[in-house]
């Protein structure tokens, strides 16, 4: 008899718990026999035990159905690839049956499920259902967005705005590769988070540059609409050394990025050659104020660049 390991902060426990004990009629055996086990499975619910521990139960023994939903690299690896075809559509007829019993059986109850787990399961559900249209719901990941952003301040806190704007980029990285989607839904779903969300632009930058490698054919004119997502103010020294050498990017990007780390290049040598001085910088630097030929100059020439890379 297997010993089940009851979920604990998203994982197993390895340590037998006096559930696991009680539950004895639930063997390996009846992992062969899908109807069992949701037979089982109801009369466990029917005692009243707790969701979780439901929970439990069904990503133990779903693992061993399907290894993609353990998480673990080396159940997976351990799987058959080299099959006839016709045991390789045998076969995937089945992976399609234990995923819809599954999602039949998943309790309900909030927090029943690790939600790591979940992710996995909608991952090969989408593998069995999908067509190359319908892959990548951008819909329902922008309506999620807009919501999250729309909660009250208390709810919505700046490292949760932070943690979902790092997730929704490597969404964009991830999506940026299917030829079905369009530019309106990509700009929508990076524009979905206020500027301050993100603290730097590597991972919005990833996924750009990613959607430019696979949509070849975008416009010019596309291109700046990208780009001006981008805060280059924002971008570390690897990534800005990357978007200055990048030839998908329009000139007048690259000159951005070139004015920022020239930017901050300046302000280090200041910030440096303060602490040499014996005077304060911040007063050195009031001491004196730009004349209407200097601040003009610099007006103009910001000008100049703009007329030239547009």
């Given at each position: 008899m297997s010993k089940l390991r009851l979920r604990e902060s998203g994982a197993f426990s390895d340590k037998p718990t006096h559930f696991a004990a009680e539950c004895w009629f639930i063997n390996d055996a009846c992992i062969l026999d899908m109807d069992y086990f949701v037979k089982t499975l109801s009369g466990i619910k029917a005692k009243g035990v707790r969701s979780d521990l439901i929970g439990?139960?069904?990503?133990?023994?779903?693992?061993?159905?399907?290894?993609?939903?353990?998480?673990?690299?080396?159940?997976?690896?351990?799987?058959?690839?080299?099959?006839?075809?016709?045991?390789?559509?045998?076969?995937?007829?089945?992976?399609?049956?234990?995923?819809?019993?599954?999602v039949g059986i998943l309790p309900p109850e909030k927090d029943s499920i690790p939600c790591n787990f979940l992710?996995?399961?909608?991952?090969?559900?989408?593998?069995?259902?999908?067509?190359?249209?319908?892959?990548?719901?951008?819909?329902?990941?922008?309506?999620?967005?807009?919501?999250?952003?729309?909660?009250?301040?208390?709810?919505?806190?700046?490292?949760?705005?932070?943690?979902?704007?790092?997730?929704?980029?490597?969404?964009?990285?991830?999506?940026?590769?299917?030829?079905?989607?369009?530019?309106?839904?990509f700009v929508a779903l990076a524009e979905a988070l206020p500027g301050h969300a993100r603290a730097i632009d590597d991972g919005l930058y990833r996924a750009i540059d990613t959607y430019l490698k696979a949509h070849p054919g975008v416009s010019k004119q596309e291109r700046k609409n990208l780009s001006r997502l981008i805060d280059s103010r924002k971008l570390s020294p690897e990534a800005a050394i990357h978007a200055a050498q990048n030839e998908r990017l329009p000139v007048r990007a690259i000159i951005q990025v070139l004015f920022s780390e020239q930017t901050k290049f300046n302000r280090n040598n200041d910030w440096s050659g303060s602490f040499t001085s014996t005077r304060s910088p911040g007063l050195e630097r009031s001491a004196r104020c730009h004349s209407k030929r200097e601040t003009d100059g610099s007006a103009d020439g910001d000008k100049e660049v703009e007329r030239r890379c547009s």
């Open positions: 439990s139960i069904i990503t133990h023994y779903a693992s061993k159905w399907l290894p993609d939903l353990s998480g673990d690299e080396t159940e997976k690896s351990e799987t058959n690839f080299e099959q006839s075809p016709q045991s390789v559509r045998a076969s995937w007829m089945k992976k399609r049956f234990f995923i819809e019993t599954l992710l996995r399961l909608l991952r090969n559900a989408n593998m069995f259902t999908h067509t190359c249209e319908t892959l990548l719901d951008v819909e329902l990941v922008l309506r999620l967005v807009k919501r999250f952003v729309n909660l009250d301040e208390a709810v919505r806190s700046g490292a949760a705005l932070m943690k979902v704007a790092k997730l929704v980029d490597y969404y964009l990285a991830e999506a940026a590769v299917d030829a079905y989607l369009s530019l309106p839904e």
